[in-house]
Nanobody
Framework: QVQLVESGGGLVQPGGSLRLSCAASGFTFSSYTLSWYRQVLGKERELVAA????????NYADSVKGRFTISRDNAKNTVYLQMSSLKPEDTAMYYC????????????WGQGTQVTVSS
């Protein structure tokens, strides 16, 4: 059974930091592209950051470049999103995604973790 379980969200003041984690099970974690998305109620889900199975050249949304860092630990089947210099506009539900780059139908989502940036 495939599971992606996010954690680490919460309330943080502007300028603060949070680290999100996503623990995976039920599939060959090391072979998958891993991503973080976020969604604000009433808006489309947007890609925040992605990292390939090789872990090289992560991609970031322009709005988070230089502030967020995605990383993965294949030994722990976990992907992380380190968020720094947080802004109120970063407030959203953050979702973990795992995608098999060779099989489009193997595309999995976590349940999400809420991040709220407010003073």
């Amino acid at each position: 059974q495939v599971q992606l379980v996010e954690s680490g969200g919460g309330l943080v003041q502007p300028g603060g930091s949070l680290r999100l984690s996503c623990a995976a099970s039920g599939f060959t974690f090391s072979s998958y592209t891993l991503s973080w998305y976020r969604q604000v109620l009433g808006k489309e889900r947007e890609l925040v950051a992605a990292i390939t199975s090789a872990g090289s050249s992560p991609n970031y949304a322009d709005s988070v470049k230089g502030r967020f860092t995605i990383s993965r630990d294949n030994a722990k089947n976990t992907v992380y999103l380190q968020m720094s210099s947080l802004k109120p506009e970063d407030t959203a539900m953050y979702y973990c995604n795992a995608r098999d780059p060779l099989r489009w139908y193997r595309n999995y989502w976590g349940q999400g973790t809420q991040v709220t940036v407010s003073s």
